[in-house]
């Protein structure tokens, strides 16, 4: 026995795992043989189920309640025993009161809590004169997207040309179908309501549709008795609006509009700015192009004037540490210059081609203004304004240059920058050139009387010729 011993040992372990597989195969044979018989027991009994339905369906009718009253013993009957829950709990006692409580009661609906309406946007309202042209109606459809404007109000200073453009109401039945929260009306000269136009108006936008090829005092004349009215109609209906100019030339027409409001009594020099967005505009696009960059990249800023030999583009502010070489910056200023009559002189028939790129730069700069009189921004642009008392350049009391705008107006008015020398000679006749437009102002303001509220705009001598009471005043009328 002894030496059998380790012969036995092996042979058990080896038996074990073969026993234990054995026993787990005799186990799920059973589990199997189990399945099958419940589904032949289940099979049976529906098969005995339908045979009982059959049966009470064909008592049914004959008229026989006995087979009705056997499928409910058989069929119904297991379900008999079933109870809720809820009868099944002894029904409990309160430790105060000692009754008995009843079935808890399901959860009432929750209540809808009504939110809060969000407070309404802050926004400008803006008028727009003169926006029967092109140009008016490219710049109602970008200001309708503004976030900053709550309201537009587009005015018609003449009848609209039939072969040309579409009437204004047209355009603002057209513009509501925009999903904008900017409401747009449109106003006309032949019912008189610019004054209505303006009534609570906060920014002021001043649009011309003159001819870039006409001469400057051609120009001046036509639309200097148009300007007049406008801001004789600004200081009665809002005089604490902020005033864009953009009818040409704007030299002529900032100083014309200044002069108006200070006689009656509403001049504010931080609420009338004369625009240079479009030069600005080429000026930068230009240089861009000449640098191969991104326009993005390159801002122009215009002093002097606003157009013509006082317009004074600074080439030399496009690129740090690099500046163009004198052929090439007059090259350049020349063709920002030249480019309105140029574009006109192309197209042929309409009097102003660039409608859609004058339209962009003005609502650039409109957009601006708005957002800085809500306090969203402070942004510094280029405008025509009136020069600082502490920085005596010239005679000429405006000029263009960088300014800064604020929920008050125009801020801060920022001295000129270190130019080059073909910009400085540049400006020195820039300046004699806005000495020249001024004086033609002054004459023309002084010829004419100011009350001419009540008048038609397209006439140019609507005005009453001034009588001198004072010797002064002719003194000054003949300087």
Request: proline letters at 6%; aromatic letters at 8%.
């Amino acid at each position: 026995m002894p030496q059998r011993a380790p012969l036995m040992r092996p042979l058990v372990v080896l038996a074990l795992p073969g026993m234990y597989l054995l026993y787990k195969y005799n186990q799920y044979r059973q589990q199997q043989m189990e399945t099958a018989r419940r589904r032949v027991t289940e099979r049976e009994l529906m098969h005995l189920n339908t045979k009982i339905r059959e049966n009470i369906l064909i008592d049914s009718f004959q008229g026989n309640d006995r087979g009705r009253d056997r499928y409910v013993r058989l069929v119904l009957a297991p379900f008999r025993q079933l109870r809720c829950e809820e009868e099944d709990k002894p029904q409990e006692k309160t430790e105060k009161t000692g009754a008995k409580t009843s079935a808890p009661m399901a959860l009432p609906p929750p209540e809808r809590k009504v939110l809060p309406l969000p407070a309404p946007r802050p926004g400008v309202q803006v008028a727009v004169l003169g926006a029967e042209t092109p140009v008016g109606q490219y710049l109602a459809f970008l200001l309708k997207q503004c976030q900053s404007i709550k309201k537009l109000r587009l005015y018609a200073a003449k009848a609209t040309d039939p072969l040309c453009n579409r009437d204004l109401c047209q355009v603002v039945q057209d513009l509501h179908h925009i999903d904008t929260n900017c409401f747009v009306q449109a106003y006309s000269c032949a019912c008189n309501e610019l004054g209505r136009s303006l009534q609570n108006s906060d920014v002021v936008v001043m649009l011309d549709d003159a001819c870039a090829e006409d001469p400057m005092e051609k120009r001046f004349n036509e639309q200097a008795p148009l300007v007049k009215r406008y801001a004789d109609a600004i200081a009665n209906e809002c005089p604490k609006a902020f005033i864009v100019v953009c009818t040409t030339p704007v030299d002529c027409m900032v100083p014309l509009a200044a002069q108006a409001l200070k006689d009656m009594g509403w001049y504010n020099p931080q609420k009338i700015l004369g625009s240079l967005a479009v030069p600005e505009m080429r000026a930068s696009t230009l240089a861009a192009r000449a640098l191969c960059l991104d326009p993005s990249y390159t801002k122009i800023p215009c002093v002097g004037g606003t157009e013509g030999a006082s317009l004074v583009p600074l080439f030399s502010k496009a690129v740090e540490y690099f500046d163009f070489t004198r052929q090439n910056s007059r090259m350049l200023t020349e063709t920002v210059r030249a480019a309105a009559a140029a574009m006109a002189r192309g197209d042929g028939v309409c009097v102003k081609a660039a409608e859609l790129s004058e339209a962009h730069a003005i609502a650039g700069l409109v957009m601006k203004i708005s957002n800085a009189l809500l306090c969203k921004d402070i942004p510094r642009v280029t405008g025509f304004v009136q020069t600082n008392q502490s920085q005596v350049v010239c005679s000429s009391r405006f000029l263009a240059n960088v300014v800064e705008i604020n929920g008050t107006g125009i801020s801060r008015n920022f001295s000129l920058p270190k130019m080059s020398d073909t910009e400085t000679d540049l400006l020195y006749v820039a300046l004699s050139d806005l000495c020249y437009k001024h004086g033609l102002v002054a004459d023309w303001y002084c010829k004419y009387c100011s009350f001419s509220c009540g008048l038609n705009a397209t006439q140019v001598n609507f005005f009453i010729p001034k009588h001198y009471e004072r010797f002064d005043d002719c003194a000054y009328a003949n300087m």
